[in-house]
């Protein structure tokens, strides 16, 4: 089992930036990939970004892509969000998920653990 505590949460306003941080604890961080997803009130769990377990692999939503990068630093065992030119739209509880592949996945499935979220709002 992974534990994964998320950070860096905040308002801000459209057009800046933010920076999530994740840190995981448990399995051996650099065997599995992480990911980012989002849920806003009433609507779906949806995904955001991941990252393979050795980082050469990322993937990304085609609303974020552009905007937002992934990456993980292994020897803080750390996994990070930088989002930049932050919309209202992007509004939105974001959460960090453990894989339970090596390989990067897409899909609520590819995904075993999950942290506590943290609340992104973006104003107009």
């Known amino acids: 089992q992974v534990q994964l505590v998320e950070s860096g949460g905040g308002l801000v306003q459209a057009g800046g930036s933010l920076r999530l941080s994740c840190a995981a604890s448990g399995r051996t961080f650099s065997s599995y990939a992480m990911g980012w997803f989002r849920q806003a009130p009433g609507k779906e769990r949806e995904f955001v970004a991941s990252i393979s377990w050795s980082g050469g692999r990322t993937y990304y939503a085609d609303s974020v892509k552009g905007r937002f990068t992934i990456s993980r630093d292994i020897v803080k065992n750390t996994v990070y969000l930088q989002m930049n030119s932050l919309k209202p739209e992007d509004t939105s509880a974001y959460y960090c998920?453990?894989?339970?592949?090596?390989?990067?996945?897409?899909?609520?499935?590819?995904?075993?653990?999950w942290g506590q979220g943290t609340q992104v709002t973006v104003s107009s």
């Open positions: 998920a453990a894989s339970i592949h090596a390989r990067a996945g897409q899909e609520l499935a590819d995904f075993g653990s």
